[in-house]
C-alpha cells in the first residue's frame, strides 16, 4: 500500500469502516512508515474531538419561546390560507361585475373593453401557468418523497 | 421511538396540537444545531428549523408512527436548509459550496454542549467549511450515522462519503492549522 493510498482510506480506518483485508494492509503500511503513523495520530486527534461535540439543550424559557414561535406559524398558516382564498374569491367576483358592467354600458369604446378582457384574460393565464408550474415543481421535488418515508 | 413518543403523534395525526408541543421540545436542540450546520448561519438555524416543524405538522399524516420522528423530520429540515441555500445562491449573496459566516464576528452564537476554547475553535473551524463538508461532519459526528446511512441519505456512493469525509477531515486541519492550533 501506498502513502497516497493510505491516506485515502485513514479516515474510514478511524471509523471502523474498513473491510478486513484492507484493514489488515492498512496496518501492515501503518507498522512500517513513520510518516503516516504521525498523520494517522493528528486525525485521530481530531476525529476524537469532533466525535466529543454535542449540541447544547436550550434552556426551558428558550425552548417555550421556540414552541410558541412553531404555534404561532401554525395558527397563521390557516389564517395565511383563508385570507387567500378570500382575496381571489372577492377579485375574481369584482372582475367579474367589472366585465360585465362594461359590456352592456355602450358609452365605452369596443377598444378598451377588448383591452380589459385581454388584461383579465392574461393574468387567468399567468395565474393558471404560475400555480401548474408549482404543483409540477411539487410532484418531482424530493421533498414531498422524503415525507413519506 | 419511545412509547411517549407514539402516543403523542398519533395524537398530532388525530389534529391536536397541543401534543406536538413535548415533540418540538425535545428534538428543538438537536434541529437548530442540524439547521445551523447546514446553512453555515446561526442567525437562521432558528427559523428554519421551525419552518420544518411546521411542514412537518402539515404532513403527519404520512408519517408511519412505527417508525422514530427524528430521521423523518431530518429529511424536511433538510430539504428547508437546501431551499434556503438555493435562494441565497440565486440572489448571489452566497453559493452552495460556500458559507458565509464571518468568524471574526464573536457575536454568532455556538451551539454546543460543554464548550471550551478548543471545541470553540473546532465549532468555527467547522463552520466554516463548504456546505457539503459541514454536511457530512454533521452526518457522522452529531447524528453518529454509518457509511452506509450516510451514502442512502445523500444518495451517494460509499467510497464518496468516505473521500468526502476525509476531504472535510483535511480542511478542518488545515483550517485550524492555519490559526495556530
Redesign the interface.
Known amino acids: 500500500m501506498s502513502c497516497h493510498e493510505f491516506d485515502r482510506m485513514a479516515s474510514a480506518y478511524l471509523d471502523g469502516e474498513l473491510a478486513d483485508e484492507e484493514r489488515r494492509r492498512f496496518e501492515e503500511h501503518l507498522a512500517a512508515c513513520d510518516a503516516c503513523t504521525r498523520e494517522l495520530a493528528e486525525l485521530k486527534r481530531l476525529t476524537e474531538d469532533l466525535n466529543m461535540m454535542r449540541f447544547k439543550e436550550p434552556g426551558d424559557e428558550e425552548l417555550q419561546r421556540y414552541w410558541s414561535g412553531v404555534y404561532n406559524r401554525l395558527e397563521r398558516s390557516i389564517g395565511w390560507i383563508l385570507l387567500s382564498v378570500g382575496v381571489i374569491l372577492t377579485l375574481c367576483y369584482g372582475a367579474f361585475r367589472i366585465i360585465e358592467e362594461m359590456i352592456r354600458d355602450p358609452a365605452i369604446s369596443g377598444v378598451l373593453k377588448v383591452g380589459v378582457c385581454a388584461l383579465i384574460a392574461g393574468l387567468v393565464v399567468l395565474f393558471v401557468s404560475l400555480l401548474r408550474e408549482r404543483l409540477v415543481v411539487r410532484k418531482v421535488d424530493r421533498y414531498s418523497r422524503e415525507v413519506e418515508r | 421511538m419511545n412509547e411517549n413518543d407514539t402516543v403523542l403523534l398519533e395524537r398530532c395525526q388525530a389534529g391536536d ?1 397541543e401534543a ?2 413535548p415533540i ?2 425535545k428534538y ?3 434541529a ?3 439547521a445551523c450546520l447546514l446553512l453555515g448561519c446561526p442567525h437562521e438555524a ?1 427559523d428554519a428549523s ?2 420544518a ?7 403527519i399524516r ?2 408511519d408512527t412505527r ?1 422514530p420522528f427524528y ?2 423530520y431530518s ?2 429540515l ?2 428547508v436548509c437546501k431551499s434556503r441555500l438555493r435562494r441565497r445562491a440565486r440572489r448571489h449573496t452566497v453559493t452552495l459550496t460556500e458559507g458565509h459566516r464571518d468568524p471574526s464576528n464573536d457575536s454568532d452564537p455556538v ?5 471550551n476554547e ?2 470553540d475553535r ?2 468555527h473551524a ?1 463552520m466554516r467549511l463548504s456546505a457539503p463538508f459541514r454536511e457530512i ?1 454533521l452526518m ?3 447524528q453518529d450515522m ?2 452506509k446511512e450516510i451514502a442512502a441519505a445523500l444518495d451517494i456512493p460509499i467510497g464518496t462519503v ?2 468526502r ?2 476531504s472535510a ?1 483535511q480542511a ?2 488545515e483550517t ?1 492549522a492555519g490559526e495556530g492550533s
Open positions: 396540537k406536538f408541543g418540538v421540545r428543538a436542540g438537536r437548530s444545531g442540524t432558528g421551525q419552518e416543524f411546521v411542514r412537518a405538522w402539515r404532513n404520512r408519517f417508525s430521521p423523518w429529511a424536511i433538510r430539504n451551539m454546543l454542549a460543554e464548550r478548543r471545541k473546532l465549532w467547522v461532519i457522522k459526528h452529531f454509518s457509511y468516505m473521500s469525509l476525509h477531515r478542518l486541519r485550524l
